[in-house]
Nanobody
Framework: QVQLVESGGGLVQAGGSLRLSCAAS????????MGWFRQAPGKEREFVGG????????RYADSVKGRFTISRDNAKNTVYLQMNSLKPEDTAIYYC???????????????????WGQGTQVTVSS
């Protein structure tokens, strides 16, 4: 069982920045591919980005590419989402997720992730 706890959400003005954190339980965090997703009211949950086990590879949705950066610290069992140049359309609940399979590819589908955090609200005002 893997427990994921997000933090760092809040209210920010357009153009501002936020850094989300996701702390994971367990001693095998370094074996998980980690992803960030978001869900806006009335919309489906969508992929934001993912990071490989070592942190050497990342993948981003086109909508956040160049503005968001995912990183991880395996010694702290934590993955981060640095969000810069935030826009009102980035407003959503943000979730981290863990893919504990043996796959190497950074999946964008929610169905490929096994464990989810409870989410943290990010609101960007115009």
């Amino acid at each position: 069982q893997v427990q994921l706890v997000e933090s760092g959400g809040g209210l920010v003005q357009a153009g501002g920045s936020l850094r989300l954190s996701c702390a994971a339980s367990g001693r095998t965090f370094s074996t998980y591919i980690m992803g960030w997703f978001r869900q806006a009211p009335g919309k489906e949950r969508e992929f934001v980005g993912g990071i490989s086990r070592s942190g050497g590879s990342t993948r981003y949705a086109d909508s956040v590419k160049g503005r968001f950066t995912i990183s991880r610290d395996n010694a702290k069992n934590t993955v981060y989402l640095q969000m810069n140049s935030l826009k009102p359309e980035d407003t959503a609940i943000y979730y981290c997720a863990a893919d504990i399979s043996a796959r190497d590819y950074l999946q964008a589908s929610t169905a490929r992730y096994d464990y989810w955090g409870q989410g943290t609200q990010v609101t960007v005002s115009s």
